[in-house]
């Protein structure tokens, strides 16, 4: 399965290189996916892209509990916390507060093998 973590900051790159790194150090998450930045590329006339999300390739075993809380106590160290979306296949969920409520329903969200679609 393919995720994507974005954020929306003022100056998204520190964020996304923070959150890639905190995912990268959780042994729930690092032993059942690989974590990786994705770039998006330049556009004619900029020199160079710009990261644009945290991506995880995970296994059979992936935990999405496990993530979804990685992700929510990264957002909860943060000065500012960012706004967080995070996207499988088609189906974008925004962590706004991450309540318990919340968790629960990404969980579940993430956890549905069938056809993702639309926005959560």
């Known amino acids: 399965m393919l995720v994507q973590v974005r954020v929306d900051a003022g100056e998204p790159e520190p ?17 059942t996916a690989s974590v990786s930045l994705v770039e998006r590329l330049a556009r004619p006339g900029e020199m160079g892209g710009w990261l644009d999300a945290v991506q995880l390739v995970t296994d059979n075993g992936w935990s999405a509990a496990s993530f979804v809380l990685s992700v929510v106590t990264w957002r ?11 996207r499988r296949g088609d189906l974008e969920i925004s962590l706004t507060d ?5 968790i629960t329903r990404i969980v579940a969200l993430l956890e549905d093998r069938g056809e993702a679609g639309g926005e959560a």
């Not at 964020?15 to 032993?31: D, F, I, K, N, T």
């Not at 909860?76 to 995070?86: L, N, S």
């Open 98 to 102: 991450g309540s318990d409520d919340e």
């Open 76 to 86: 909860q160290t943060r000065p500012r916390p960012p706004h967080v979306v995070i």
């Open 15 to 31: 964020e996304l290189r923070g959150l890639c790194g905190w995912l990268a150090q959780e042994p729930a998450v690092r032993s």
